[in-house]
Nanobody, 128 residues
C-alpha cells in the first residue's frame, strides 16, 4: 500500500520558517499528484498547495501565496513544503496527500475528496 508520513513540524515564533517533508513508500511518487492541506481547530481542512507529477506546475492558496514553496524530489520519493514568514494563523495540522494519475488531474484549489491517500499529519504551531 502507498503510505505517506509527514515530518518537520514544530513550534516557532511569528516570522520564523519551517520545512515540512512527506516521505512516500509503497509506490513511486511520480505516479501521483501531490498536495499539502492543513486544518486548524474549529476550521475545515484547507488546501494549501499542490504540485504536478513532474513538479513543473504548482498552486498556492491565497493565504500562503508568497510565503511558501511546494516541491518534490521524485528520486527520493519525498514531497516538501517550505514555510516562511509564518503567522499565528498558520497554526494547524498539516497533511500531505496524493491523487493517483489514473484519476485524472485534480481541481484547483485542491479538494479533499479528490485525494485518495493521506498522511497522519504534522503539527505546526506559530506563536506571536
Amino acid at each position: 500500500q502507498v503510505q505517506l508520513v509527514e515530518s518537520g513540524g514544530g513550534s516557532v515564533q511569528a516570522g520564523g520558517s519551517l520545512k515540512l517533508s512527506c516521505a512516500v513508500s509503497g509506490y513511486s511518487v511520480n505516479r501521483y499528484f501531490m498536495g499539502w492541506f492543513r486544518q486548524a481547530p474549529g476550521k475545515e481542512r484547507e488546501g494549501v498547495a499542490a504540485i504536478s507529477t513532474g513538479g513543473s506546475t504548482t498552486y498556492y492558496a491565497d493565504s500562503v501565496k508568497g510565503r511558501c514553496t511546494i516541491s518534490r524530489d521524485n528520486a527520493k520519493n519525498t514531497l516538501y513544503l517550505q514555510l516562511n514568514s509564518l503567522k499565528p494563523e498558520d497554526t494547524a495540522m498539516y497533511y500531505c496527500a496524493a491523487r493517483g494519475i489514473w484519476m485524472g488531474e485534480p481541481s484547483l484549489p485542491p479538494k479533499n475528496s479528490e485525494y485518495n491517500r493521506w498522511g497522519q499529519g504534522t503539527q505546526v504551531t506559530v506563536s506571536s
